[in-house]
């Protein structure tokens, strides 16, 4: 499975960006994807992720009622909308997926299988 992020870029504060995270091998048949980002000197951080069958997502605190994740009905592709980014959300993010994920681990990078290359996202003040 290989996962291919874009979408990342330079944003004022306030601005909005569309992360996206196209998906290529095998099909997915359950688990969870979901996105991290890493801001500099950090460790690797939840931000959000989607339940592949359902569709229920999550989000770490910071970013609900900002950002929306989903993705699209061939279940090819994770998105990750930002919206009111603020400097804060300046980080390498990531996309990953995992088929044997349970929901008490979805919030932990290492649950995760497979992973794509980060896309940068910077919020300037």
């Known amino acids: 499975v290989q996962l291919q992020a874009s979408g990342g870029g330079l944003v004022q504060a306030g601005g909005s960006l569309r992360l996206s995270c196209a998906a290529s091998?095998?099909?997915?048949?359950?688990?969870?994807m979901g996105w991290f980002r890493q801001p500099p000197g950090k460790e690797r951080e939840f931000v959000a992720a989607i339940r592949w069958s359902g569709g229920n997502s999550y989000y770490t605190n910071s970013v609900r009622g900002r950002f929306t994740i989903s993705r699209d009905n061939a279940k090819t592709t994770l998105y990750l909308n930002m919206n009111d980014l603020k400097p804060e959300d300046t980080a390498e993010y990531y996309c990953?997926?995992?088929?044997?994920?349970?929901?008490?681990?979805?919030?932990?990078?290492?649950?995760?299988?497979?992973w794509g290359q980060g896309t940068q996202v910077t919020v300037s003040s």
């Open positions: 091998g095998r099909r997915f048949n359950g688990g969870y």
């Open positions: 990953a997926s995992g088929e044997r994920i349970i929901m008490s681990a979805m919030r932990d990078p290492r649950a995760y299988d497979y």
